[in-house]
């Protein structure tokens, strides 16, 4: 067979996840919860179908879902999306990353990616015969190097992506970041998705950076959300896009030959839920909570670390630890110790190796006290 994508074998999630199960270990690998959701949703989830929500949603999503989405977004980041044409519910955000890619990229135009990204946005880009064009994030803050991404910008530019709380470094972008990337792109007519995933978990008191508070990046972006990672529900493969209705005519046009729509009941269920804010704006202290808790029980490890700023991840250095490859001692990790990681170069420029591991703390207490107990005595 003459492979699209000649380069991309099994993805890393896929490889560790199996190996964790093989070796029964600890698994902090894959970025999902290992508790369950909130009972109350999953009634409604339960109600929805019982009262007949099951037959195909509307192609954009169920109304009530897209219009209490528009009011929360209104009053996140004060942009009011219309919930008639600028909002569509869609399989989780991947889908959304990939139906914006194969609507946008044409053959020959460049996206930017900045490096380490999350793993599915470069074979996309590849398969609709886009080249990507890596620019590296820097430093223990993975901070951009504005000179380079704008030296990296030319008449070829389609599309940037970019993603705060970004997976898998746990930092996130400030204002003076967002002011800067608008600054940069003005004038342009490039597109930027911008995947915001793990909106609702940001901490230290610090305050989620959307693109949908800028307007002139608002008015050139697909912003992409995801109900599995706020929810903790990542297996239901639900999220939904913002974007002017410029874009969301392509979006959907694409969209509706896609997946054409998504699961009903839960729509219905989330359309309910969204209307207590406190279901998704307590999520920050949740899980500041679980980051200090693993933290503070890997305190004597021999591992570095920065704290994670926002998502459910944390890198951990090991460089004073041994000198192998990420790849080579996460899976030593999970064969001997019982542990399993993801080892940070998969998501780097030219697998670019600086003996990291990421690790999910969106575990029970309990899971985490026994994935420290090894940390602590490696
Ligand atoms: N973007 C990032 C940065 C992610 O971490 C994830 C989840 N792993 C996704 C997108 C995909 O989200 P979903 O599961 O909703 O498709
Ligand atoms: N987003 C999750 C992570 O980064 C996993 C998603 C996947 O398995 N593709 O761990």
């Known amino acids: 067979i003459n492979s699209k994508l000649p380069n991309v074998g099994t993805n890393i999630f896929s490889h560790i996840g199996k190996m964790a199960n093989k070796h029964k270990a600890v698994n902090l690998s894959q970025g999902f919860p290992n508790f369950s959701l909130d009972p109350q949703l999953l009634q409604l989830v339960e109600k929805a179908i019982k009262t007949g929500h099951y037959q195909y949603a509307p192609m954009q999503g169920i109304f009530s879902l897209r ?68 620019v ?25 992506i970019i993603n705060t709380p970004h ?14 990337l608008q600054d940069i792109l003005k004038g342009t007519h490039i597109i930027l998705l911008s995947d915001e995933v793990y909106e609702h978990i940001v901490f230290d008191g610090k305050f989620h950076q959307s693109v949908s508070k800028f307007p002139d990046l608002a008015s050139r972006s697909i912003i992409c959300s995801s109900f599995g990672k ?36 839960i729509q219905k269920a989330l359309a309910t839920y969204l209307q207590t804010p406190r279901h998704y704006l307590h999520l920050s202290s949740f899980y500041q909570e679980k980051r200090d808790y693993f933290l503070e029980a890997i305190r004597e490890s021999r591992f570095r670390l920065t704290p994670s700023s926002g998502t459910y991840f944390q890198l951990l250095d090991y460089s004073e630890i041994t000198n192998e490859t990420d790849t080579d001692f996460a899976e030593r990790l999970v064969k001997e110790h ?26 029970t207490n309990d899971t985490l006290d026994r994935a420290a107990e090894i940390l602590n005595r490696i």
């Open 136 to 160: 590296q994030l820097n430093g223990p803050e993975f901070k951009v190097d504005w000179k380079e991404f704008e030296s990296a910008i030319n008449s070829d530019t389609k599309m940037v």
């Open 338 to 363: 019982k542990l399993a990681s993801i080892p940070v170069s998969v998501f780097n420029l030219n697998n670019q190796d600086n003996k990291q591991l990421r690790f999910c703390f969106a575990k």
């Open 230 to 265: 706020t929810f903790h529900v990542t297996g239901w493969k639900i999220g939904y896009c913002v974007a002017p209705k410029v874009l969301m005519e392509e979006f959907q046009k694409v969209h509706q030959f896609n997946v054409f729509c998504i699961n009903h009941p």
């Open 167 to 180: 997976n898998p470094s746990g930092t996130i972008w400030s204002r003076e970041d967002m002011l800067r």
């Open 67 to 134: 219009e209490i989405i528009s009011e929360k977004t209104e009053n996140l980041y004060g942009k009011s999306y219309n919930p008639e044409s600028e909002i569509t519910i869609t399989a989780g955000a991947t889908q959304v990353i990939f139906t914006a890619i194969s609507a946008f990229v044409q053959q020959g135009d460049e996206v930017i990616v900045l490096k380490p990204a999350y793993d599915c946005y470069e074979p996309t880009i590849e398969l609709f015969g886009g080249t990507v064009v890596p």
